[in-house]
């Protein structure tokens, strides 16, 4: 077997790490002894306190995914994918997911929510669509509105275009796979505490031990109390707790048994008002509100009693077996439960809203609270997936067949909340909002929903090799599902029933309905190597998204997408592209043209007023990514990418009336760098672009009808006291640019840019 070398990317990176390979300082002889199929489709893992002295400055790259159906490196597969790893991760002191998606070009939050509804949790957009129902954990959908905490992550894998063949329903435009932290054999340590702007605290630690010749126990622990830089009152607190335990490693069988547990007790953001704002006019006849002065960014126009409360709850067994060198069986078994209790005061700048007293004196201004936004909600998911992969060498033809089945149930529960009849909020002073407020009185209105999703599926994927220069993979998935949802609803209510001789608010029967379906997903790749180190490619892909398939809920609007009576949303990819492996396999630079075409979107007819599905979606770009290093010292990841998102048949969905979607940055660029001086001191830095962005279309009036494009610039500087501690300093947002970081669609409310921060972090490794 050849020398197993301490460079992180030279193995596959993560979760099914299987551990089979362990280096640490004292006992990397011991590889040698790993089984050959093992040390293939298995990650050396480093222990949590372990350095390798040899790599002196950072190395971002990792050069495979986690999922046993991408069998190839990422030099050779015929897709966009970029994955970021925990060192980048940790560098930059991101503790979310959101965070960590800064890394991927055009991938964020940029949309607040429709009016007094505001999104939460990992409210993703990708290439133009929202991609927050296709997030998964361990190639496991994770649903729920809440933000995910990355202490006990491995790597993010982001995908990008159709991913039905991999995951059945997913967002058009790509998936989001978070790969957890495994136990590997070996004794070690890690730790970090941190302290900075808005009185953020927070604590991790990371434990591994070897248990006899075979076993291990990995424990991951986190703690935080935040507030977030330029907003006044919202807060980030949390705790979590992850152990695992590890049979079999260094052995053909493996078993892996995972816990998380992470609890949050938060202060939602609800915005600032888009008042003064470039763009801003009048909502109505009072002109002068045109010229009203900005608000101030650091506003909190919610209350005390504004709360996000969530659990998270996932339990997973990953069975791993090697029959052979060319033969082995993955199995996932995973049970996870999300509660969120929620109440946000939201807000609505429209005239009746908005009062100015004393149209000389903005100090008179006010704002209604009248909007409180509930969600009281759990999801829940049982899940079994089995996997074979199969390598066959035939002499000049080699095959790597990846198949399986994946048997799943999900839930979604949401109890309906309203405040009781005459209890009401005081309107904010526009300028200056916040006060001691409380007193809503609010509980159960007897609404609610259920909605239960059962699906069975079985895929393959076949990658040909012919010689050494032509590769053809070839996949499809076929899913049957069925979906049941039911909901009481309050009658005569914004797309709801009519009350008839029932009293204005009575609840009612809602929706009762079951959709059962078959989808199809497949993908084509052609892939030319003309060099060993560089790969030209050739894809082609669809997914599909069914009613419901976001959010497990139906909907009796004829305008609604969630209706059961309607198809499949479908989106279908062209890209072409080439990854080539540069200087001396440090650093890998891939580029791709990307075309997808999104069909069976809504259009209402001008005659009958009815909807039908004859729209079409269309988003092309080039992205451009580096990953490595350019030389022994000096690390690098940077990607750029352009989104020309339009409606390309149906109505126009921007509020300026031009045919771009909205939410979609056309132009978007991300880097982070890091150099190692010789005196053991690391410094570093990024620059992050979002262009200009068009919002949603509905009825408000005067609200801008976009965001500005913006840069913003971070930096680092880090330390080792000694081979057991370090000190890292992270600034954030150096210019201290103010910026319009999310709008909602009426553009009567923004999220702001987090405003010039610092975090200084102690990190010890043992």
Request: aromatic share 8%; with cysteine.
């Amino acid at each position: 077997m050849a020398h197993i070398k301490s460079r992180k990317h030279a193995a596959p990176a993560a979760r099914t790490v299987g551990a089979a390979v362990l280096l640490s300082l004292a006992h990397s002889a011991a590889a040698t002894d790993v089984p050959p199929q093992q040390a293939k489709v298995n990650d050396a893992q480093a222990l949590p306190g372990m350095q390798v002295e040899a790599d002196r400055s950072s190395d971002y790259r990792v050069d495979k995914v986690s999922s046993p159906k991408f069998t190839q490196s990422l030099l050779d597969t015929t897709q966009s994918i970029q994955v970021i790893g925990k060192e980048l991760i940790q560098q930059q002191g991101a503790t979310t997911l959101t965070e960590a998606l800064r890394n991927s070009p055009g991938v964020g939050t940029f949309y607040v929510g429709e009016n007094g509804a505001s999104s939460t949790g990992d409210a993703i957009y990708m290439r133009g669509f929202d991609t927050s129902g296709s997030i998964f954990v361990d190639g496991v959908r994770d649903l729920g509105t809440v933000s995910r905490d990355v202490f006990n992550i491995e790597q993010v894998e982001v995908t990008k275009g159709p991913d039905g063949t991999e995951y059945g329903r997913t967002a058009p435009t790509g998936a989001i796979n978070l790969v957890t932290k495994q136990p590997v054999l070996g004794n070690g340590v890690s730790g970090s505490v941190q302290g900075g702007s808005a009185g953020r605290e927070r604590a991790t630690a990371d434990l591994n031990r070897q248990m006899g010749d075979t076993g291990a126990f990995r424990l991951n622990v986190m703690k935080q109390n935040s507030g977030v830089a330029g907003r006044d009152q919202v807060e980030q607190n949390r705790w979590g707790v992850a152990p695992s335990l590890a049979f079999g490693l260094g052995t053909p069988t493996r078993v892996y048994l995972d816990y998380l547990h992470v609890k949050q007790r938060n202060t939602p953001d609800g915005g600032v008002p888009t008042i003064g704002l470039p763009g801003y006019m009048a909502p109505d006849s009072r002109a002068f509100l045109a010229n009203a002065p900005k608000v101030d960014s650091d506003n909190f126009y919610g209350t005390r009693q504004d709360h996000d409360n969530n659990t998270q709850d996932l339990f997973t067994v990953l069975v791993e077996h090697d029959f052979n060198d060319q033969v082995a069986l993955h199995n996932t078994t995973r049970l996870g439960r999300t509660q969120q209790d929620y109440l946000l005061t939201s807000f609505m700048g429209a005239t009746a809203n908005l009062l100015t007293p004393n149209p000389t004196d903005p100090s008179t201004w006010t704002i209604t609270r009248n909007l409180p936004t509930f969600k009281h909600q759990s999801n829940r998911i049982a899940t079994n997936q089995t996997n074979v992969t199969v390598s066959i060498d035939s002499g000049d033809v080699k095959q790597d067949i990846s198949a399986g089945i994946e048997l799943t149930q999900e839930k979604a529960r949401a109890i309906g909340m309203a405040a009781l009849a005459g209890s009401t909020w005081p309107a904010a002073n526009l300028y200056k909002p916040y006060s001691d407020v409380g007193g809503l009185l609010y509980g159960e209105n007897g609404t609610r929903s259920d909605g239960k999703t059962n699906t069975a599926a079985a895929y393959i994927f076949d990658t040909v090799k012919i010689g050494e220069a032509w590769q053809i993979n070839a996949g499809v998935r076929f899913d049957h599902y069925k979906t049941d949802f039911n909901s009481l609803v309050v009658c005569g209510a914004r797309n709801g029933p009519v009350c008839g001789t029932l009293p204005a608010g009575s609840v009612v029967p809602g929706v009762d309905a079951t959709k059962s379906d078959n989808l199809k997903n497949y993908k084509l790749g052609i892939l030319y190597k003309p060099a060993a180190n560089g790969s030209i490619y050739a894809n082609f892909a669809q997914s599909q998204e069914p009613p419901g398939g976001n959010t497990l809920t139906f909907s009796t609007a004829t305008n609604s997408a969630d209706n059961p009576s309607f198809d499949p949303q479908k989106a279908k990819t062209v890209e072409v592209g080439t990854k080539w492996d540069l200087l001396g396999e440090k650093l890998l630079l891939t580029g791709a043209l990307y075309r997808t075409t999104v069909t069976n979107e809504l259009v209402q007819d001008p005659t009958d007023l009815l909807y039908y599905q004859i729209g079409k979606k269309r988003v092309q770009g080039v992205e451009i990514n580096a990953v490595g290093k350019l030389t022994d010292d000096w690390a690098i990841s940077a990607g750029f990418t352009t989104m020309n998102a339009t409606v390309e048949t149906g109505t126009n969905v921007s509020q300026d009336g031009s045919s771009d979607l909205a939410y979609n940055p056309k132009k978007a660029f991300t880097s982070w760098m890091t150099y190692h001086l010789p005196f053991d001191l690391t410094i570093g830095g990024g620059a992050r672009y979002n262009g200009e962005m068009k919002r949603g279309t509905d009825g408000a009036i005067g609200t801008p009808d976009h965001t500005q494009g913006y840069w913003v610039f971070d930096a680092m500087a880090s330390y080792p006291v000694n081979r057991h501690f370090d000190l890292q300093l992270n600034v954030y947002n150096l210019a201290d640019k103010k910026y319009v970081a999310a709008i909602n669609k009426s553009g009567y409310r923004y999220t702001p840019g987090i405003t010039r921060s610092a975090m200084l972090s102690a990190n010890v490794r043992f």
